[in-house]
């Protein structure tokens, strides 16, 4: 009630807060505190407010009385007390507040950290699983070696029981002139080395297949 009293009067009388903050001999952050009810003046700023503004006191601290009734001495200890429980008031009204974001970020950091542990969890699983699932596979291996030119060319291919490629390598001419990136299943690349060296006049040979290795 004070501080909309105080931005109404001031504002009837043309004052800005800059120009009454230099009537008053203040700062206009505290004339703006008062209007917004975060402080309140004392009872001699509150008395200047008064007479710069042509009002009883009393009103403005919102109380309604007679037009020019004086404010007597038991008048102006009333005022003292009600400017007391102003100030009680929004010393609770703060200490409410930093209670209340304290909660929040008490609140937000909560919710990160389990955010975080949750994402921690589903990775740990995720890792688990694939490693339990990977430890339980049956891995079988196809090496073959190929004549082309009288030079021997060396491959060797891991895969799993549906034939799809874990794992191969060998000589670099096999692999520069046959695309093995281009395939995932085991047969297909096999049959692709063996057509290429029959096609160009070489030989093919299995020299070890499907031996199963427990990963």
Partial sequence: MLGENI????????????????Q???????????????????????NSLAELFEVPVSTLLGSTIE????????????????????????????????????RIIIAIIIAVAAAVLCVFLLFTALVLFRYHKR????????????ELNGESYYYEIMYD????????????????????????N?????????DYFNDHGGTYTVIQDHVPTIY
Avoid at 135 to 146: D, I, K, L, M
């Fill in 7 to 22: 931005k109404i009067l001031r504002k009837q009388k043309g004052y800005t807060q800059e120009t009454l903050a230099q």
């Fill in 161 to 184: 029981q549906n034939y799809q490629i874990y794992v191969g390598g060998g000589d670099g001419f096999i692999s520069n002139h046959i695309d093995v990136d281009e395939y995932e």
């Fill in 135 to 146: 430890s339980n596979t049956e891995f079988y291996t196809t090496s073959v070696e190929c």
């Fill in 186 to 194: 085991a047969n297909e690349l096999l049959a692709h080395i063996e």
């Fill in 67 to 102: 037009e020019g009734e004086p404010d007597t001495d038991s008048r102006i200890d009333e005022i003292s007390k009600q400017l007391a429980i102003l100030n009680e008031q929004l010393a609770n009204q703060a200490v409410r507040k930093r209670r209340t974001t304290k």
């Fill in 24 to 46: 008053l001999n203040v700062v206009r952050q505290t004339v703006s505190k008062w209007e917004k009810g975060i402080s309140v003046p004392d009872a001699e700023l509150l």
